[in-house]
Structures are given as structure tokens and as C-alpha cells.
């Protein structure tokens, strides 16, 4: 029986370098087109239209009436003491003279009911 010996050899870098050398030479001649080609951008022109300018909408018809005035909340009145209706008279003493202002009631009517009030 014969005995092999293998010794183990390094790596042939002259062969690596030649080889990358090729292969980046090959991709330099042949990728930079490549690259241009791909990436080149095409510019496609479209016409142009008039400036849109949107035409004044009328107005949709109204489906409701107006909604009802409602009266204000009442408020709490202290109607203990006299401070209390002193505070209530001169109040509604104040809303007849608003209404007499604005020409609901007669001054007439006003006097009547500031009477009423003061009870005179």
C-alpha cells in the first residue's frame, strides 16, 4: 500500500485577481449603458386645458322652516323676605318697561300694571 501525502495549498490569488479584474471590467463596459438605459426618463407631454374655475352652486332649496324661538328657562326667584319681592317687582317692573319700549303695550297699560305691582 501507498500512502498519498496531499499538501494543502493556499488560495491562487493571481488567479482571483485576474479573475475579479475581468469580471469588473466586463460590468464597467457593459453595465454603465445598461444603467443609462434603465434609467433614463422619458418626459411625455400632455396637453393642457383651460383653467377650471367651478361655476357658482344656487343654493339647495330650504327643507325646513326656521326653528321656533324658544322661551328662555324661567329662572329661580327668592320669594322669601322682602328683598326677595322687592327683587321680583323691580324684575317685572323692568320687563313691562322693555315692552313699553318696544311698543307692545301702551304707556297707559304700563302705568296700569306698574300699579298693580307696587299696589297702589
Not at 499538501?7 to 445598461?34: D, F, M, Q, S, Y
Not at 329662572?75 to 327683587?87: K, W
Amino acid at each position: 500500500m501507498t500512502q498519498r501525502i496531499v499538501e494543502k495549498r493556499g488560495a491562487n490569488h493571481t488567479l482571483h485577481i485576474i479573475l475579479t479584474v475581468c469580471t469588473c471590467g466586463i460590468w464597467a463596459i457593459t453595465g454603465w449603458p445598461i444603467a443609462a438605459a434603465m434609467g433614463r426618463k422619458t418626459v411625455t407631454r400632455v396637453p393642457t386645458y383651460p383653467q377650471y374655475t367651478p361655476q357658482q352652486q344656487p343654493a339647495p332649496p330650504q327643507q325646513y322652516g326656521p326653528p321656533a324661538q324658544m322661551p328662555p328657562p324661567p329662572q329661580h326667584r327668592p320669594t322669601t323676605g322682602t328683598g326677595g319681592q322687592q327683587a321680583i317687582i323691580a324684575d317685572e317692573l323692568m320687563k313691562l318697561a322693555q315692552l313699553r319700549d318696544q311698543g307692545v303695550i301702551s304707556p297707559a297699560e304700563f302705568e296700569a300694571q306698574k300699579a298693580r305691582l307696587l299696589g297702589q
